[in-house]
């Protein structure tokens, strides 16, 4: 049996408000995302196994098919032609008696005639031991059969796990697996590599780096050209890192990423430090899709936090992915630095729209939106000063997305009464360094409790679950001086329902 999630509510849910706000409000409760994946029922966190494959995107995903906190975990599974409208299957990888299914990722084969797709996932064992093991599918990603010689990559510890493979060409120009894991606890990245996807040679770890008090999980290693040059290549890993122990960090969970080479064996990151992906509170787990249509790297991130993740109300469901993301490199103030900007239905529904310029400052203006909506603003900071945006729904909560020009920093806010009542961390501002000097572009996709700021192409994110209650959301714009604002807004109902 599948299920149709179709972007859109499962019949258990209220249905959505429409662009004319019409039905009943509530606060405190989260609504479903419109244009986002969200599992029909239960818990959900990090992607896995993402590929395309077939001519759809198959998502994995860490499930827990008995209920909604985390638990049981799982590789539930669903598929779309366009990571817009997705159709949910039944759960790929289920848990056993003594073992989870955690972590990893899928490949296709590129042989012709070869329609396999290999998984490799963590066993999590009842006795705290975890290692790699395999799967494999001939019928699209659809059923699997586990290797009988699981685990095939053990190093008899506690927290080696998220296994991700890659493809790479040898020295010698031989087609090669690469598998990154962590030792999450170490603070390592292990590389191994592999011709047949069960065999695998060790060849050496990165880290530890950076802070300490946090785990290392589900590393990516990306390669990408610089500003599109397809001579510079570089390789980019991914990394989530999440603080643990007594005194962990309260802001919780968050991704970052070094650029380096890779020369078969090793990772030699071009700097010492990490650098933080996304700035906002919500964006973890992120990974890569295998055999992406041009070879492209796109992302999908699990919005959500391990700090609060179990007490985001929502239901009957709990968990939703990011926006699929397309990565790349952009050299900018002489660092080379990841960008990411949204893949896919976003840029044609904005592309569609018909752009209105706004006078700043003279009256602020105001937008009223059935909670679902995309807004692309630019604007000159010499000409408009500070500018602001805030966004209010039925809850006693406030969001605002504020560009504080004396501050030099574009804040993501939330805060309130209900911001609180969802977990004491979870109010705050997050921010991002924006200069005054610069024209900035500005595209925020809100989609009911996900809120997703991408800064000048995508040179910054800002990623956070917003607690803005069901129902219509205001927007309001305002600036400090008279400049003005060009605003393109799309409401994604329409477009679903084009
Ligand atoms: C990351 C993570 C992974 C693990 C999975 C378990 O969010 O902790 O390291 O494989 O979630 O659900």
């Known amino acids: 049996m599948t299920e149709t999630l179709a972007a859109g509510p499962a019949p258990t849910d209220p249905a959505p408000t429409g662009p004319v706000p019409t039905g009943p409000a509530s606060t405190g409760r989260m609504p479903r995302p419109l244009f986002h994946l969200t599992p029909r029922r239960h818990w959900m966190n990090d992607p896995n196994g993402l590929v395309h494959h077939g001519g759809l995107w198959h998502v994995y995903f860490q499930y827990n098919p008995e209920g909604s906190d985390w638990g049981h975990m799982s590789w539930g599974h669903a598929t779309s032609p366009d990571l817009l409208h997705w159709t949910e299957h039944p759960v790929a990888l289920r848990h056993r008696t003594g073992e989870q299914v955690f972590s990893g990722s899928v490949v296709a084969s590129r042989v012709p005639g070869d329609e396999t797709l290999t998984a490799l996932y963590t066993s999590a064992y009842d006795d705290a031991h975890q290692a790699q093991s395999r799967a494999t599918s001939i019928d699209g990603g659809y059923t699997w059969q586990r290797d009988p010689g699981n685990p095939v990559l053990d190093r008899g510890t506690s ?3 998220d296994p991700k493979v890659v493809r790479f060409l040898d020295a010698d120009g031989h087609a090669r697996w690469l598998l990154v894991a962590v030792e999450a606890e170490d603070r390592q990245v292990l590389l191994y590599t592999s011709a047949d996807l069960r065999e695998w040679t060790y060849q050496s770890a990165f880290g530890p780096v950076g802070d300490d008090g946090l785990v290392w999980e589900c590393p990516d290693l990306v390669r990408l050209p610089v500003d599109g040059d397809p001579e510079d290549q570089r390789w980019v890993l991914l990394l989530s890192t999440n603080p ?18 890779f020369d078969g064996q090793v990772f030699t990151p071009d700097a010492e430090q990490l650098t933080r992906l996304d700035h906002g509170r919500d964006l973890y787990a992120g ?5 992406a249509p041009g070879g492209q790297a796109v992302m999908l991130g699990w919005m959500s936090n391990w700090r609060y993740a179990a007490s985001v109300p929502t239901a ?14 952009r050299t900018l103030a002489g660092r080379v630095r990841l960008v990411q900007e949204p893949f896919g239905f976003v840029r044609s529904w904005l592309d569609r729209a018909t752009p209105a310029t706004v ?22 900071p010499a000409a408009t000063g500070s500018l602001r945006l805030s966004l209010r729904g039925a809850a006693d909560a406030l969001v605002s997305v504020c560009h504080d020009v004396e501050a030099g920093e574009l804040q993501v806010t939330r805060s309130g009464p209900d911001a609180e009542a969802v977990h004491p961390d979870f109010p705050g501002v997050c921010a991002v360094e924006l200069s005054r000097a610069e024209p900035v572009h500005l595209l925020l996709s809100l989609d009911g409790p996900l809120l997703e700021v991408f800064v000048n192409q995508g040179e910054q994110t800002l990623s956070s679950l917003v607690p803005l209650g ?18 393109t807004v799309v409401d994604p109902a329409g477009e679903l329902t084009a």
Do not use: I, K
């Open 316 to 329: 009957p469901w709990r968990g939703a992915m990011s926006l699929p993301r397309r990565l790349a490199l």
């Open 359 to 380: 006078p700043g400052h003279a009256q602020p203006v105001e937008l009223v939106s059935s909670g679902h909506l995309l807004c692309e603003l630019r604007w000159d």
């Open 287 to 291: 990974v890569t899709f295998d055999d």
């Open 470 to 487: 069901t129902g219509p959301v205001t927007l309001t714009l305002d600036t400090d001086d008279r400049g003005p604002v060009t605003l």
């Open 244 to 261: 643990v122990g007594e005194d962990a960090d309260p802001d919780g969970s968050s991704m970052s990423y070094a650029v380096g080479t």
């Open 159 to 161: 927290t080696f796990r």
